[in-house]
């Protein structure tokens, strides 16, 4: 099985910046990429970039290229979301999922097999 545990989240200004890590423990085996999503109240869970774990290939949502990056160090089992110029519309719950098995696309959040907990990103207007 496979355990995350999300954490960096906070408070932060409208421009400022936040690093998001996702400690992960488990057979890597099973793990073929990670992702981050993220929730805000009253709306519906949203991918947000992912990162193919023995590869290192990326993807984003349109919305967050250019501010955001995702990036993973195999040897920590862990894996890192830089987000930069935040926006108060980026306040959410954001968690990390691993999706044990291989398609041709990295978006769905129902192909992601693990979550997290979640931490909590405010941004402030």
């Known amino acids: 099985q496979v355990q995350l545990v999300e954490s960096g989240g906070g408070l932060v200004q409208a421009g400022g910046s936040l690093r998001l890590s996702c400690a992960a423990s488990?057979?890597?085996?099973?793990?073929?990429?990670i992702g981050w999503f993220r929730q805000a109240p009253g709306k519906e869970r949203e991918f947000v970039a992912a990162?193919?774990?023995?590869?290192?290939?990326?993807y984003y949502a349109d919305s967050m290229k250019g501010r955001f990056t995702i990036s993973r160090d195999n040897a920590k089992n862990t894996v890192y979301l830089q987000m930069n110029s935040l926006k108060p519309e980026d306040t959410a719950v954001y968690y990390c999922?691993?999706?044990?098995?291989?398609?041709?696309?990295?978006?769905?959040?129902?192909?992601?097999?693990?979550w997290g907990q979640g931490t909590q990103v405010t941004v402030s207007s």
């Open positions: 999922a691993v999706k044990p098995y291989y398609s041709s696309t990295y978006n769905y959040q129902r192909d992601y097999a693990y």
């Open positions: 488990g057979r890597t085996f099973s793990w073929y990429s």
């Open positions: 990162v193919g774990w023995s590869g290192g290939s990326t």
